[in-house]
């Protein structure tokens, strides 16, 4: 999924609220709902993220570890070069017609 930066900040900035609320109400000892009355929050959304926090689920930043890829440095201008599109596998020639490829790829993308 591909978030703009907008977007990305809204729930960046949506994260934060409710970790702060959740951190003010473990603290408080007052009990759930009387905590979201006081601060005028809907009980179920709070229990949402209070869950997302506890069972680790929240995932708004992965990291990924990549390994270096397994492809030659140096790739000999004589070979075909293998395009995957959803289950089909296409190998076209170095000299192939760019335009037909991608003609090719959009008529196996609609399968």
Known sequence: ?????????????????????IEA????????????????LIV??????????KSGTDQSFIELKLSPAPYPKEISPTSPLRV?????????DRDFDPVALRQLIYSLEGL
Do not use: D, G, I
């Not at 599109?85 to 076209?92: A, D, K, L």
């Open 1 to 21: 999924m591909t978030f703009t930066k907008s977007t990305e900040a809204e729930l960046e900035q949506k994260h934060r609220f409710w970790k702060q609320h």
């Open 25 to 40: 109400w473990q603290s408080s000892h007052l009990p759930q709902a009387v905590y979201c009355r006081q601060h005028h």
């Open 44 to 53: 179920h959304r709070f229990t949402y993220w209070k869950q997302k926090f």
């Open 84 to 92: 995957a599109v959803n289950r089909f596998q296409v190998t076209v």
